[in-house]
């Protein structure tokens, strides 16, 4: 009989609530460990980062120096790496401070910054290394998780849906917020994966899942400027959670006016 | 002289979030002890700066995926305020179930998953369940049932989204608490179970001296409302925090210490029974009382005893407040935007958590300052190990050091992730 499959579920700057995804995931979480030998974990309890892993989880984005090497020292050592949730792939909430003046922030929650190591910026994993695949979402969708290891024990890629929000509020016959209630939705330009779940709650899509495919941001705009957003309202909502996917940096960065790259 | 015996935990496992313990021993003294804390800084508080207040409570639930709902009622509490919102009972009740499935969720899985893999001699709990099917399988069960209250009252268990100024974006239908009712009662005698069982772990015997911190309410174990007392008499209300607690530069470190009256103190499930012993409904501290251990109690490592309390008096609170709850007519009260200084103050999980918030006439954010549990409890972890260490044995192999500061730590259940401003801990002793 061959080895099990080795995995590994890595930490950087980021809530720990995507872990949660195999945390909280009951029996399946111990089919897992029947399935795979999990080989480091912290959260979990098994320790060692310097593993040779098959699949490597990274959540959290690149907020310090030491994580940007430890970013480069994981990708050696696994053969597939895969981000998990809007911090590792989109830069999550703390990225917003790649648009602000970040050293002016960190003296003002530090009475000494300069003992404090961050970087001006939190990115996302891509922008390090190359990653073989993203799981979108603040938090990941767990069932998602569970089925990507499938698909990677399979040896197959998984599939994930980049679809737009819209498409599932639809499906589940949620009536449009947008239409409807006239209020901001960003459900349109929205990749789906939360089984459009703001909408079944009664309220607009916040973008948590980052953008779908091939979204008509300006377009988009246009529509919220329509309901009475100002353009800075309409910027805020492409700079939230998942502000350093390439269409919503860009988006907002059209609507704030701000011409830096 | 000696050289000295370095002893160092590279990385915290079975914690949330990153931190590591660097200690120094020479001549059979702690000469240098240092729980680092290496958690990236986030910046929360002044991310929120600028942003509207409707950002506030999706924003705050991301300082930490354990307790977002903690956050979320905190941050409701405090706006709700600047607005002078008063939600209807029925939203009250519904509130407080919901943070009670969080401290299922949270507590079970401490329990379950961090903590009792020390007791049992375990590195995880995928090894314990080999030897401990039933009990693992029972704490993944009770923790799935807070999960499921959770998705259901706010659509998902992390990050939820119905929590809202006024009220909720959406209420639960009837027979969607009932479907879930019918599990919470057949879970009771397991919640039982696991108290009982928690009793017998082999827990260090280990009395320290230290002040409590909790929320007390008139009536009621406190979650989600009470003052802020502790067992030395302190009893204020949520805006009178910042007079008594402070978060001050240590001379000697680079480390900010949150102590109530220059001391340090602790918060949490062993804090909040220990000074709500007796708000605990009769079918709660009945079971109690049949394990045999008492509180108040000075043993830190009761703390996970008091954590199974808590369980089981969130599965009989959840019955009691949803059994026949009818939903009030609308989900969510009107109220006008409007400037101020609002406070928070509940009891996550891990203790309580103070959120203040000063809005603009516009209702955009000018400042926030959140204190989560885990900065207030930091030096009193540090207390712990600088009392805890010499008594286990400094002459003891460091394996078996290194593990009994682990376990130390972990007992507090430190959730580091939620650490909005922790800074490295650095203690240097003078030699």
């Known amino acids: 009989m061959s080895a099990k499959p080795r995995i590994a579920v890595h930490k950087f700057a980021s809530c720990d609530g995507c872990q949660l995804a195999f945390l909280n995931a009951g029996e399946d979480l111990l089919t897992l460990a029947e399935l795979v030998e999990i080989v480091h974990f912290p959260e979990a309890g098994p320790l060692d980062p310097a593993a040779k892993v098959d699949l490597a989880f990274v959540e959290g984005s690149v907020s310090t120096p030491e994580e940007a ?193 | 002289m000696t050289d000295p015996r370095r002893i160092q935990v ?76 008063t939600v209807e009972p029925a939203i009250a009740e519904l509130r407080r179930a919901m943070y009670f499935a969080e401290w299922i969720e949270s507590h079970a899985l401490h329990i379950h998953l961090l903590a009792a893999p020390d007791f049992l001699g375990f590195d995880s709990v995928t090894a314990m369940a080999e030897q401990y099917p039933d009990e693992v399988r029972r704490g993944l069960h009770l923790q799935g049932l807070g999960n499921r209250l959770l998705a259901l009252l706010g659509g998902r268990s992390v990050h939820p989204v119905s929590v809202c100024v006024g009220g909720f974006t959406r209420l639960p239908e009837r027979r969607e608490l009932n479907a879930l009712l019918e599990e919470y009662r057949e879970a009771l005698p397991l919640a039982e179970a696991l108290l009982a069982w928690t009793a017998t772990l082999k827990l260090p015997d280990m009395t320290q001296d230290f002040p409590a911190v909790a929320l007390r309410h008139p009536q009621v174990y406190p979650i989600e409302a009470g003052r802020i007392v502790s067992s030395e008499g302190l009893d204020i209300d949520a805006a009178a925090f910042p007079e008594h607690f402070r978060e001050a530069q240590v001379a000697y470190s680079n480390a900010l210490h949150c102590h109530l009256h220059d001391r340090p103190y602790l918060v949490g499930p062993l804090a909040r029974l220990n000074l709500n012993r007796d708000r605990l409904p009769p079918p709660v501290a009945a079971v109690l009382e049949r394990t045999g251990i008492t509180f108040p109690s000075a043993n830190p490592f009761h703390g996970i005893v008091a954590r199974a309390v808590e369980i089981l008096l969130a599965f009989h609170e959840v019955i009691r407040l949803l059994e026949n709850w009818r939903a009030p007519e609308r989900s969510r009260v009107p109220f006008t935007v409007r400037g101020g200084v609002g406070h928070g103050c509940t009891e996550a999980p891990r203790g309580i958590l103070w959120h203040r918030y000063a809005l603009d006439e ?70």
């Open chain 1, 69 to 261: 090497e430890r970013i480069r020292a994981i990708r050696r050592h696994s053969r597939v790496l895969a981000t998990l949730g809007a911090c590792a792939t989109a830069g999550g909430l703390q990225a917003l401070r790649n648009f602000a003046n970040a050293g002016e922030w960190l003296a003002g929650v530090y009475a000494t910054p300069e003992t404090v190591a961050a970087l001006d910026t939190a990115t996302p994993i891509r922008e390090h290394v190359k990653v073989d695949f993203e799981l979108w979402g603040c938090p990941v969708n767990g069932e998602q998780v569970l089925q990507a290891v499938r698909d990677v024990l399979f040896g197959v890629s998984p599939a994930i849906p980049d679809e737009k929000v819209c498409l599932d509020c639809k499906r589940r016959g949620n009536p449009c917020v947008l239409v409807t209630r006239g209020e901001p939705c960003m459900g349109p330009v929205t990749r789906t994966g939360c089984g459009a779940l703001c909408p079944a709650m009664n309220r607009g899509c916040y973008a948590c899942f980052g953008p779908a495919e091939n979204p008509n941001t300006a377009a988009f705009a246009n529509r919220l400027e329509g309901l009475g957003l100002l353009p800075d309202e309409v910027a805020r909502r492409y700079h939230f959670i998942t502000s350093q996917a390439p269409a919503f940096r860009a988006a907002g960065k059209k609507e704030a006016k701000d011409e830096t790259p």
């Open chain 2, 10 to 85: 590279p990385v915290l496992t079975r914690v949330e979030g990153e931190g590591a313990l660097d200690l120094r021993i020479r001549d059979g003294e702690i000469e240098k002890l240092q729980l680092r804390i290496f958690e990236p800084p986030r910046l929360f508080e002044k991310l929120l700066e600028g942003r509207p207040w409707s950002d506030v409570i999706d924003i705050v639930a991301r300082i930490c995926g354990i307790c977002p709902v903690a956050y979320q009622m905190t941050a409701a509490q405090a706006l709700e305020e600047i607005f002078g919102v």
């Open chain 2, 362 to 431: 516009a209702g955009m954010v000018r400042a926030a300052t959140i204190t989560p549990p885990t900065s207030q409890n930091q030096a009193r972890i540090e207390e712990d190990l600088r009392q805890a260490l010499p008594r286990f044995g400094l002459e003891r192999p460091d394996a078996e050091l290194r593990a009994f500061a682990e376990q130390v730590i972990r007992n507090y259940d430190p959730c580091i992730s939620c650490a909005t401003h922790f800074l490295r801990l650095q203690v240097e002793r003078a030699p």
